[in-house]
């Protein structure tokens, strides 16, 4: 029997391409931006500064009275970079959520209106500190800052790692300094970082100064920042890993979370994982290499059908014995792993209890190697930062070390498998994770 199965996704709806919600705008694309809901505090420089990132801004004018605002773009395709960032990302301004849409206007005529020397004396601090190829902000009402050749991206490390740091936590923490255009986020020396490119670098600035040394989550995820000496991120990919919030257009590439390293975890539960490999010209298929053929069966038996960030898994024997790693000297960008040698492997020893706990996958799950120091509460919070709904939670009667907890789907439940299961609890006790057969 083969030991290597074939894996391949389906979509349920006939349709795999991502449609991003909340695009409000019913207007056709127009240079000219419609601002609402702006906080009263808000200034003519927190207005522009919502569009320059994006190209030029020729125009602007304030209706405060409305909480309204009008910018006006030097070009349509600008205006459309502009909203195309701000579709799946709502803007905020002083910390308040503010919304956009195309204008029905083409174009601002504002010559002969009143209260326009201060919308008009700020767009000439920004098109002056523009076009002399540095970052000024002399701004009536904003802080004056001259940053001459500081990079806009920051490398970010987290230490103390106990709960997942995502690109959308990452996203979120940083964007209110400024706007983010991209993050790519890796793991170097077994640490996770990332490097975060700001579309102005005083941004960059004060986002160092205010958050390095900082904690995300109390007493952990401590964020240490430097300036990098890179000046600009070159994004290919959308994906949990990295994306460019200026191009909505990006595939998912090699890099999404479903076909990438982190997939040996879920057919880790049923077998150990020697090799994986991600098919050049089919990104979504792969080929794993269980270490025999039952448990190559087992895998295929269980977790075909399941669902899996939004999709369902197929899964078939293969017609390959094994799969091959690229010759000496070829690359092949990456798409294989070798995981023989893998730490994580559950079944190496003959015998071993872990043959006699494999179960289908359910919503309830069986935690092990818990330390004293860590509470319910604890998990229950570490289980919600990946995304997860808790629904239950109980620690076992006689050994506090194992615990069940219930979570709101199957699907939860697995993606938790895949990313807790040998999570650094802390007092050197990584966290075991499979299904279980009970439920609370």
């Not at 197929?314 to 023989?340: F, N």
């Amino acid at each position: 029997m083969l030991l290597t199965i074939f894996i391949y996704f389906f979509s349920a709806n006939g349709n795999d391409s991502k449609k991003f919600k909340g695009d409000y705008s019913p207007c056709s694309p127009s240079r000219v931006i419609h601002i609402r809901k702006v906080p009263n505090e808000v200034t003519e420089a927190d207005i522009i500064s919502l569009g320059v990132p994006f190209g030029k801004v020729t125009n602007l004018l304030m209706l405060k009275s409305k909480s309204q605002a009008f910018l006006e773009m030097a070009s349509e395709e600008a205006a459309i970079t502009m909203m195309n960032y701000y579709t799946p990302v709502t803007p905020h301004l002083r910390s308040q959520p503010v919304y956009i849409q195309y204008s029905n206007h083409r174009e601002l005529k504002t010559d002969n209106l009143p209260n326009q020397s201060r919308a008009q004396a700020a767009l000439q601090a920004v098109n002056t500190g523009q076009s002399g190829g540095l970052t000024l902000t002399g701004v009536p009402g904003s802080e004056s800052l001259l940053l001459t050749g500081q990079s806009p991206v920051l490398r970010i490390i987290v230490e103390n790692l106990f709960y997942p740091v995502t690109l959308d936590v990452l996203h979120q923490i940083f964007s209110k300094f400024g706007t983010v255009l991209k993050i790519i986020t890796f793991t170097k020396n077994n640490q996770f970082q990332a490097l975060l490119q700001y579309a102005d670098p005083m941004n960059a600035h004060h986002a160092k100064a205010a958050l390095d040394g900082q904690n995300i989550y109390n007493a952990c995820c401590t964020l240490r920042i430097e300036f990098s000496k890179l000046t600009s991120l070159n994004v290919k990919y959308n994906n949990d890993k990295s994306r460019d919030f200026t191009r909505l257009d990006l595939p998912t590439g090699d890099g999404q979370p479903s076909l990438d390293a982190t997939m040996a975890a879920a057919f880790g539960v049923y077998g150990d994982v020697h090799r994986v490999k991600i098919l050049f010209n089919k990104k979504e298929n792969a080929l794993v290499q269980m270490a025999d053929a039952t448990q190559a069966q087992l895998a295929m038996s269980h977790l075909n059908g399941q669902r899996l960030h939004g999709r369902v898994l197929r899964i078939t024997l293969s017609k390959h014995q094994a799969v091959q790693l690229p010759r000496e000297g070829h690359e092949d960008q990456g798409l294989t792993k070798d995981y023989s040698n893998s730490p994580l492997h559950r079944f190496k020893k003959p015998g071993s209890k872990n043959f006699q706990n494999i179960f289908p996958p359910s919503a309830t799950l069986h935690l092990s190697n818990i330390p004293p120091s860590v509470s319910d509460d604890d998990l229950k919070r570490l289980f919600a930062s990946t995304g997860c709904s808790v629904k239950a939670f109980k620690f076992f009667q006689k050994d506090r070390k194992m615990a069940l907890i219930q979570l709101g789907s199957v699907e939860e439940a697995i993606t938790a498998v895949i990313d807790l299961h040998n999570h650094d609890l802390g007092d050197n006790h990584h966290l075991r994770v499979s299904f279980s057969k009970s439920m609370i």
